[in-house]
């Protein structure tokens, strides 16, 4: 084995535990890709003759496919300032998925090199300001992660009186990623002057990568995935007669069509070439968001060392819990700082909360934001304008009441009814075979019943204590009667929408029985049992 290889047996193994060594822990990946699933449980093999090849050859010459981009839309519902009212907003995501093959390996090099970028930053003793993306952290979660944050705030309050929190966002961080800057932070991490062939090559997929959009290949072959039948590619999906059966040729087809993307040089505003960019979601992203930011992070945890603040970053969020006095002048620190890094912060969504002791002797957040720009004179029938509550990773905190972030159970809510409906539909649907809406897949989804959905995780959330099955242990939780309190009617909501949205498409069915009875036309009745 030769020096800068990523390659270890002990590694191999931890890597096919983690994806599942018997068939009940194993996942085939089913995502729409140009090649066809890949059954790693079976096949394993071919990934690691792949990545232990001891001269680096095998990897460092192997044709990447390109990316499948998809665009993820996420509705929320939030507070206007513009508008000055709450409306609805969408939220547009790129995805990218490497092809099934191309995915293990990305994911055996994002596996090694998390364990190299954790041992880096725990040398560095700043491992405690990065929580995304670790397999470090001894099972904890956002639960655990928020719980501390808020606890900072009331020791801190309990200590001054008073404390501030700012949050702020990278803008368009996967796009904006300095690709010189990338492979120095990655050089740092592995401990080499220069990234050995094999990493040279995965960086090279990751920065200058092709991809095609998902909707284009469907919508240039006229291809509808629901009336396809069964597949594996989507290179299955193209018609034969236009160029044979072959991978290689269909391939060569969408080259020529011109349905591939490359991820090409930007300019800037000076009108100078930037290389910049990284897909979101390939295995590697994840691990690469960290180590670009490993000398920000290090810095600014040295930074808090000075002034006595809390340094946190979840990927691109980052959260400082700081002496009010100070708040400001960290903020500009932070925002000029990203800029070395050809980032910027998002000024709308930067918020400055102040924790302090209300007229009515109540703690409570301030958007010190807000106050700053109108100075306003507060009084006790306006002081309620200027609450702000603190969010984090899908909580809230008042300064003495944690809840769950209403956008997130807004979102649940919403789910939920619209898998009723589409349930609903479904039973009253003419090729239904049975007069019975099933309700156990809507329960095991979007109930108390169900083991791992949304509200299993909010009512783990709401106890003192929780049984982790990740971790094998009982974990801390947030002791909540304020999220107890928000999740006590969601069954009973949950039963009403069915009962509501039963009657109404019972109603529509009959209205359509009894106006083809009337044209003299066959038609069945439904009777359906809830």
């Not at 390109?66 to 509705?75: A, H, R, S």
């Not at 690709?179 to 080499?192: A, M, T, Y």
Request: proline letters at 3%; charged letters at 30%.
């Amino acid at each position: 084995m030769i020096k800068n290889t990523l390659y270890t047996e002990e590694l191999w193994e931890s890597f096919v535990e983690k994806n599942g060594k018997t068939k009940n822990e194993f996942n085939l990946k089913t995502y729409p890709q140009l090649d066809p699933y890949f059954n790693f449980l079976e096949n394993s093999s071919e990934i690691k003759n792949l990545i232990s090849d001891p001269t680096l050859k095998k990897v460092s010459e192997h044709s990447f496919l390109p990316f499948i981009k998809i665009l993820t839309k996420t509705p929320r519902y939030r507070y206007q300032e513009d508008e000055k009212n709450y409306g609805l907003e969408t939220k547009i995501r790129p995805i990218s998925f490497a092809s099934h093959f191309d995915s293990y390996i990305y994911a055996y090099y994002s596996h090694a090199l998390t364990e190299r970028y954790q041992k880096y930053i725990k040398k560095c003793e700043f491992d405690k300001c990065v929580l995304a993306y670790r397999s470090d952290l001894d099972g904890k979660c956002n639960i655990q992660f928020a719980k501390e944050i808020f606890n900072e705030v009331e020791k801190r309050i309990g200590k001054f009186g008073t404390c501030s929190a700012i949050a702020l966002d990278i803008t368009g961080y996967f796009d904006n990623i300095d690709h010189f800057i990338l492979k120095n932070k990655w050089c740092k991490v592995v401990g080499e002057k220069m990234l050995p062939a094999d990493q040279y090559k995965i960086f090279r997929s990751l920065t200058k990568y092709s991809y095609i959009n998902k909707n284009s290949i469907l919508k240039h072959f006229d291809i509808s995935l629901k009336k396809s039948g069964s597949w594996s590619s989507l290179l299955d999906l193209i018609p034969n007669h236009l160029v044979g059966s072959r991978f290689n040729d269909k391939l060569n087809l969408i080259r020529k069509r011109r349905l591939i993307v490359q991820n090409k040089p930007k300019i800037n505003k000076n009108g100078e070439i930037e290389y910049r960019g990284i897909p979101q979601g390939s295995p590697m992203s994840a691990v690469l968001s960290n180590i670009y930011l490993i000398d920000f992070d290090e810095k600014i945890f040295k930074l808090s060392k000075e002034l006595d603040f809390v340094y946190r970053r979840y990927c691109d969020d980052i959260l400082i819990i700081c002496h009010p006095e100070n708040a400001e002048n960290i903020n500009k620190i932070i925002i000029e700082e990203i800029k070395s890094y050809s980032l910027i912060i998002q000024p709308k969504k930067t918020e400055l909360i102040t924790f302090k002791k209300s007229l009515r002797d109540k703690i409570r957040g301030f958007n010190q934001k807000k106050i700053n720009k109108m100075s306003p004179i507060i009084n006790a029938q306006n002081e309620q304008r200027y609450f702000k509550n603190l969010q984090y990773l899908g909580f809230e905190f008042n300064g003495e009441n944690i809840y769950i972030r209403p956008g997130s159970l807004s979102r649940y809510f919403r789910k939920m009814k619209g898998r009723i409906i589409k349930s609903i539909m479904m039973s009253y649907s003419d090729k239904s075979k049975r007069d019975k809406i099933l309700k156990k897949q809507i329960f095991e989804r979007y109930s108390h019943f169900g083991k791992r959905n949304f509200l299993s995780y909010a009512i783990k959330s709401s106890k003192k204590q929780y049984y982790s099955r990740s971790a094998k242990k009982f974990r801390e939780g947030m002791n909540s009667v304020s999220i107890r309190r928000q999740l006590s009617s969601h069954f009973a909501i949950l039963e009403k929408e069915i009962i509501s949205k039963s009657n109404q498409r019972f109603d529509y069915k009959e209205y359509i029985y009894d106006e083809k009875i009337a044209q003299g036309k066959r038609a069945k009745r439904k009777n359906l049992k809830l």
